[in-house]
């Protein structure tokens, strides 16, 4: 994961509704997808957690879920503490500053989030050592929720920037998004994004959202061979 600087805390999350169409949909499919598959107890790995808007969302869906949420940014960690205090779960947040590293706990999870994290990764063995990562922390069966944006197959960028001037005047402006996206990120193609997913160790993979750029994967923590 690389780190926010703190500053972009404060608007990150009136900016991601407008870079993202479906923000809040994709968040609650989350939740919902979670509901399905897990009840009771249970504990869900966050990294890259940002201002802990998936949190918020799955805590409710799950009223017995508790959460380790890890996260470079200082800015971005303190205010998803003031977030997730405000909505009384606290008691339930584990707050981590710092990396996937940092926390040691091996198949100690029932899922994991990734939320638009992976494409600031670039390919060249860290986007396989985080995924790896991921599912080292997860127990045999654990889904995956990856939401992430991958090098889709035509240029959106007419098509996006269209879509950032309806949603009015924001910072940055339109065309620095979009050149930012063309240039800082590391957007793989969806085939290689899978690739990776089996290589870390995740099975069954299945599309549980998609829209402009993104796209929402469900995987899960593959079994261990028996030979």
């Known amino acids: 994961m690389n780190a926010f600087p703190d500053a972009a805390a404060k608007i990150y999350d009136d ?12 968040l609650d499919l989350m939740g919902s997808i979670l509901t399905a598959q897990l009840s009771g107890p249970c504990r869900i790995l966050v990294p890259g957690c940002g201002t802990g808007s998936e ?11 508790r959460f380790v949420a890890v996260e470079p940014s200082v800015g971005m960690l303190d205010l998803a503490r003031q977030r997730v205090g405000t909505a009384g779960l606290s008691e339930r947040v584990e707050f981590v500053c710092g990396y996937l590293d940092d926390v ?9 989030t990734v939320s638009l994290v992976l494409h600031f990764l670039p390919d060249d063995g860290t986007k396989q050592a985080f995924l790896a990562g991921v599912a080292q922390r997860l ?12 090098n889709i197959a035509f240029d959106e960028s007419a098509l996006r920037q269209w879509l950032l001037i309806q949603h ?9 998004v979009i050149k930012r996206m ?3 990120w590391h957007r793989a193609a969806p085939e290689r994004i899978a690739e990776l997913l ?15 750029g993104y796209v929402g994967t469900s995987a899960l923590r593959r079994l261990p061979s028996v030979d």
Not at 139 to 150: E, S, Y
Not at 168 to 176: C, I, L, S
Not at 198 to 212: H, S, V, W
């Open 55 to 65: 949190i918020l969302v799955i805590a409710k869906c799950l009223p017995e879920a």
């Open 168 to 176: 009015g005047p924001g910072v940055p402006p339109p065309d620095a």
């Open 104 to 112: 040691g706990e091996q198949g100690a999870f029932d899922a994991a």
């Open 139 to 150: 127990a045999p069966n654990a889904p995956l929720l990856l939401l992430d944006a991958p």
């Open 15 to 26: 900016n991601i509704v407008r870079l993202v169409p479906g923000y809040a949909l994709a």
């Open 182 to 184: 063309q240039t800082l």
């Open 198 to 212: 089996a290589r870390a160790g995740f099975a069954e993979q299945a599309t549980f959202f998609q829209t402009l």
